[in-house]
């Protein structure tokens, strides 16, 4: 079933369209199997361009228990194949989190798929727990890795407020029927100290704009393409503050990657193919680097809004201590702006407002 979506960052219903099918899809037409492999992609039924915040998003879609069927079935003997590459890219990824890492620090990964991720991390001693719709690879994580993972989406699970120190979502936010409420609900989960690390694809790389509706970062089950400019903008919407900006890397085997180019580009396939026959040359590691995909660190936003969720704070409610909330505000000729700063502040939250003033020649004092 296809359903019409508004934009999932501002809420508006103003588009424009990027790409169509030829033929659109029917509300009968099946929608193919999941497989994270699959060189051969359906394009998605229509790719239109919010007119109000500029997100690019696929409407209309299939039916949000539609999605999660197909990933809750998926089985992708290719996948673990090359897990080699797969844990390099991994540890490329940690190497982003080290600085945050303190000692047993705790990481959640959503859509942690075979769990080679979360395998390396507990290598490095984080405490390591992982977040999957397939429950072929939550299975495969569960028993080939013993790490905890949960067969679901995050609405399944239940941690405490403050519980992590690294959320990582790697080639997974596009897939996300809510990417802005996900990271809206991951945001209290991490302390405050905590980072949040994302990878997609990036729809205003130069690759994509050369080769527009054959770039290979379209697919049928990617709901959502970002640019820089959206996701700064979701991640600022949900609470948080970009720390870093990146270009990802992936490492797979020579025979991988001519597998994917096949079903893009028999041409290229053709060319590249004539030099690398040799089953030797194909079980090759390579890292590829083309721009067309971006990473990102972001921390939590420290304003005045998120003060409520110090209620939920554990370790608080461990010690048994009631806290107040008290705001200092340091002032100086402010007799113009103070009123509309105080209107600002939510009373039902905060317990007293200190004004410090630094000789102020008006009447702020007053």
Known sequence: MLEGVNCNLCGSDHYEVLYKKPKPLQDEDILQDYLITQANI?????IVKCLKCGLIYVNPRRAKAEILDKYNNMVDDDYTKEEVGRRATARRILKRLKRHKRGQARLLEIGCGAGFLLDEAKKQGWDVYGVEPSKWAADYAKNKFGVKVVNGTLL??????????????????????DPKGILVQIRPLLNPQGVIYISTPNIESLVSRVLKARWWGFNQFHLYYFTKDTLRQMLDASGFDVVRWGSFCRTFTLGYWLRKLEGHDRRLFNFFNFFFRGRLLRNMLFSLNIGDQME???????????LSELEGREDIKERGVKMKVFVVLPAYNAA?????????????????????DDASTDNTVE
């Open 42 to 46: 359906v394009f998605p039924e229509r």
């Open 156 to 177: 399944d699970v239940n941690f405490s407020s403050g519980y992590f120190d690294a959320v990582v979502l790697s080639d997974t936010i596009e897939h996300i029927v």
């Open 296 to 306: 990102v660190l972001a921390k939590r936003q420290r304003k005045i809004i998120y």
């Open 336 to 356: 113009s702006t103070l009123r509309e700063t105080i209107k600002d502040i939510p009373k039902d939250i905060v317990d007293k407002v200190i004004l410090v």
